[in-house]
C-alpha cells in the first residue's frame, strides 16, 4: 500500500470511530486538494451516523440514505461562495445560524458542509466562531479548506482536524475497487483519466441506473452527471475517431453532435474533456510507445489512426481542449465554446 494510500485509509478509519462510538465533535476541518474525495467523506459520513439501518456504516437503501444521494435531505446544509470570483459573506454565516437555531427536522445529525471555508472573509469566520463556540443541538460542521493558514486560529482550535491527500495511479485505482464493483481494468483507466482529482474519478466510476436504457446513440444512463461514463467513454472515443478519419460532412455533422450531447449536461462537461484529453494523449503515444496508452480497452482504434495522425496536429488538439477548458472555466457558453472547439478540430 502507498504512503497516500495509507494517510487516506487511516483519514477514512478515524471518521469510522467516530461513527461507531457516536461521540462526533461539534466541528471537523478537512484539508486537502479540490478532487481529494472530502466532500464524499463529509456525505458518507453523514449517511453514516443518520443511517437507520442496522449496518455499522450505511446501507444506501435507508430514506435517509436515499434523501442525501439525492440532495433532498433538508438537514444537509452546503454553503459555498455565491460568486466564484467572491468570498463567502458574513450574511451567509447568518442563514446558516437562521437555519441551525431549531432542532433538526428528520437527521440524528444535522450537518453543515462549507466547501472553501477558506474563501470565508473576516467578518463571516468571526460569525462562525460565534457558531462554533455555542454550537446548536445535534449539529456539526464540516469545513473544507486546501489549507489551514486562511483560516482563523481560534477556528482551527475548535475543529477535528483531517488532511486528505492526493490519491492517484495504482492507490487512487485501488480506493476505486474498494468502493465501487467495478473490475480493475476499468478501475485503472478512471484513475489515470482523472490524474489526482478523485472526485472525478468516482464520477467516471459511479454505478449507472439498471433501469435506465443504454444505448449506443445516446449512453446515458448514470446518477449524478446522468451520463454512465463506463458506456460512454468508449463510445465518444468512437466519434472522436470519427471526427479525425470521417468524410467532410461525416466531420461536421459528428462535431455538431459531441457538442450537443455533452451540452446537454453540464455535470457531463468536465468528464467527457477527461476523456477526450486521454484520448488526444494517447494518439501521441501509441506512434512512439503503443504499450504506454492509458485508453488500452480501445488499442485497436490508435493502431488504425495512428498512421495517419501527426504529432502536431494532436499537439494541436490538446492546446485546443486546453483553451477549451478555460473559456469554459471563465464561464463562457457551454454550447458555443463546445462548437467552437469540436469545429475547430476540423480545421472548420
Not at 466547501?115 to 460565534?130: H, S
Not at 446548536?136 to 477535528?160: D, G, V
Not at 470521417?246 to 468536465?270: H, M, Y
Amino acid at each position: 500500500m502507498s504512503a497516500h494510500k495509507s494517510v487516506f485509509s487511516a483519514v477514512l478509519a478515524e471518521l469510522n470511530r467516530i461513527t461507531e462510538t457516536r461521540n462526533i465533535p461539534n466541528a471537523f476541518l478537512f484539508t486537502g486538494n479540490p478532487g481529494s474525495g472530502r466532500k464524499q467523506a463529509a456525505f458518507r459520513f453523514a449517511k453514516a451516523i443518520n443511517c437507520t439501518s442496522e449496518k455499522k456504516s450505511f446501507c444506501n437503501g435507508c430514506r435517509s440514505c436515499k434523501k442525501i444521494d439525492a440532495n433532498q435531505h433538508p438537514d444537509m446544509i452546503v454553503v459555498t461562495p455565491l460568486d466564484p470570483r467572491k468570498a463567502i459573506t458574513i450574511s451567509q454565516v447568518r442563514q446558516i445560524m437562521a437555519q441551525t437555531v431549531a432542532r433538526p427536522h428528520e437527521a440524528a445529525f444535522r450537518m453543515v458542509l462549507i466547501t472553501e471555508a477558506d474563501r470565508m472573509n473576516i467578518q463571516a469566520q468571526n460569525g462562525l466562531l460565534k457558531e462554533l463556540e455555542e454550537p446548536p443541538e445535534n449539529t456539526f460542521f464540516i469545513l473544507m479548506a486546501r489549507e489551514r493558514s486562511a483560516l482563523l486560529p481560534t477556528i482551527i482550535s475548535r475543529c477535528r482536524s483531517l488532511r486528505f491527500p492526493p490519491l492517484s495511479g495504482p492507490a487512487l485505482a485501488e480506493h476505486l475497487c474498494e468502493q465501487y464493483p467495478i473490475d480493475e481494468q476499468w478501475a485503472d483507466i478512471a484513475a489515470a483519466t482523472a490524474g489526482t482529482d478523485q472526485n472525478l474519478a468516482e464520477t467516471l466510476v459511479h454505478p449507472a441506473d439498471d433501469n435506465l436504457p443504454k444505448t449506443t446513440a445516446d449512453p446515458r444512463a448514470g446518477k449524478e452527471s446522468g451520463i454512465d461514463w463506463r458506456t460512454t467513454r468508449p463510445w465518444l472515443i468512437q466519434q472522436l475517431c470519427f471526427l479525425i478519419s470521417g468524410s467532410a460532412s461525416q466531420k461536421i455533422q459528428t462535431a455538431l453532435n459531441l457538442s450537443g450531447f455533452l451540452s446537454q449536461d453540464p455535470e457531463g462537461v468536465i468528464p467527457g474533456l477527461a476523456v477526450m484529453r486521454t484520448f488526444f494523449r494517447d494518439l501521441c503515444v501509441y506512434r512512439h510507445a503503443p504499450e504506454k496508452i492509458l485508453n488500452r480497452d480501445c488499442s485497436d482504434r490508435f493502431q488504425k489512426l495512428a498512421p495517419n495522425i501527426c504529432d502536431s496536429d494532436a499537439l494541436f488538439w490538446m492546446d485546443e481542449l486546453h483553451e477549451t477548458e478555460k473559456r469554459l472555466a471563465s464561464n463562457s457558453a457551454i454550447r458555443m465554446t463546445l462548437d467552437r472547439f469540436f469545429l475547430k478540430l476540423i480545421h472548420i
